[in-house]
C-alpha cells in the first residue's frame, strides 16, 4: 500500500529513494571494501576510459558537422518552399485579376447576348490558362521535392560516413 502512496507523490518517491540509497552505501562501507585495485587493472581502465572519451569527442564533432549540413539543408528547402509560394501567389493574383477584367467587361455589356458571349470566351482562354499553370506548378513541385529528397539524401550520407569515421 505504501509504495502506491509513493508512486503519487514525487517527494515522497524521492525521500524514499534516497534514503534506499544511503542504506546500501552504508552496507557497502560496512564490508570493508578497501581492497586495492591493480595498478595494470587501473591502467586498463584509464586507457578504456581515454579512448572512448576519444571516439566521443569524435562522435560529438561529426553530429555537431551533421547539424550544421541538415540546418543548410532546412535553409534550402525553406528557400525553394518560399519561391513554390511566390509561385503560387503570383498566378492567383494573375487569375485574380483576370476575373477582375471579366467582371468589368461584364458590367458594360449592353446585352444578355454579349454576356454569355464575354463569358464564354473569357472561360475558354481561362481553361488554357489554368491548365499551363497546372503543369507549371506540378513541373515546380517536382522540382522542389527531387531537390529536397536529394539535400537529405546528401545529408543522411554524410552524416552516416562523419558518424562511421567519428567511430572508426
Known sequence: M???NTSHNPQAAADQARNRYRD???????LGLDAA???????????????????YDRS??????????????????G??????????????????????????????AKDLSEIVGLQSIYWQKQF????????????????????AAERVKVTSKNARHGLEKATS
Do not use: Y
Not at 591493480?38 to 579512448?51: K, L, M
Not at 490558362?129 to 506540378?138: D, R
Open 37 to 55: 585495485i591493480p595498478q595494470g587493472v587501473r591502467a586498463i581502465a584509464e586507457t578504456t576510459v581515454a579512448q572512448m572519451r576519444d571516439v
Open 128 to 147: 488554357n490558362i489554368l491548365s499551363a499553370q497546372a503543369q507549371e506548378v506540378s513541373a515546380l513541385s517536382n522540382k522542389v521535392a527531387a531537390a
Open 2 to 4: 505504501q509504495m502506491m
Open 24 to 30: 546500501v552505501t552504508t552496507q557497502l562501507g560496512l
Open 79 to 108: 528557400r525553394d518552399a518560399t519561391a513554390f509560394n511566390r509561385k503560387i501567389i503570383a498566378l492567383a493574383r494573375r487569375n485574380a485579376d483576370s476575373a477582375f477584367d471579366l467582371a468589368k467587361s461584364l458590367a458594360s
Open 60 to 77: 560529438q564533432d561529426a553530429l555537431d558537422a551533421s547539424i550544421a549540413t541538415f540546418e543548410r539543408s532546412f535553409e534550402a528547402a
